[in-house]
Nanobody
Framework: VRLVESGGRLVHSGGSLKLSCTTS????????IGWFRQIPGKDRQGVAC????????IYSASAKGRFPFSSDSAKKTAYLQLNNLKPEDAGIYSC??????????????????WGRGTQVTVSS
């Protein structure tokens, strides 16, 4: 199982980014996928996730309405569109996967497999 994030970079406050999570080694449409953010000294925080492979998308309060989650099964890739970015959105964004179901998918322990992350920096 392999997950590789890309798309992170430095962006000005108010700007947008699209993060990608390219996967391999498993049947993408049979796994739940989540996006998490981590800053130094803090635990990973859930940003957006699907609780089942084709189920409900769940967002954190700060992500709802700004960071739509999507996926392309044919490309085995999940996406997180980051809009109207704020300095407090900065961090390392990682994607994660688990077979079948992530019951509380905004919590990191719901997932088994992780990518290394991509750095998002937001200047004020």
């Amino acid at each position: 199982v392999r997950l590789v994030e890309s798309g992170g970079r430095l962006v000005h406050s108010g700007g947008s980014l699209k993060l990608s999570c390219t996967t391999s080694g498993f049947r993408f449409n049979q796994y739940a996928i989540g996006w998490f953010r981590q800053i130094p000294g803090k635990d990973r925080q859930g940003v957006a996730c699907s609780d089942t492979p084709h189920g409900t998308t769940i967002y954190s309060a700060s992500a709802k309405g700004r960071f739509p989650f999507s996926s392309d099964s044919a490309k085995k890739t999940a996406y997180l569109q980051l809009n109207n970015l704020k300095p407090e959105d900065a961090g390392i964004y990682s994607c994660a996967a688990v077979p079948a179901e992530a019951k509380r998918c905004l919590l990191p322990y719901s997932f088994e497999h992780w990518g290394r992350g991509t750095q998002v920096t937001v200047s004020s």
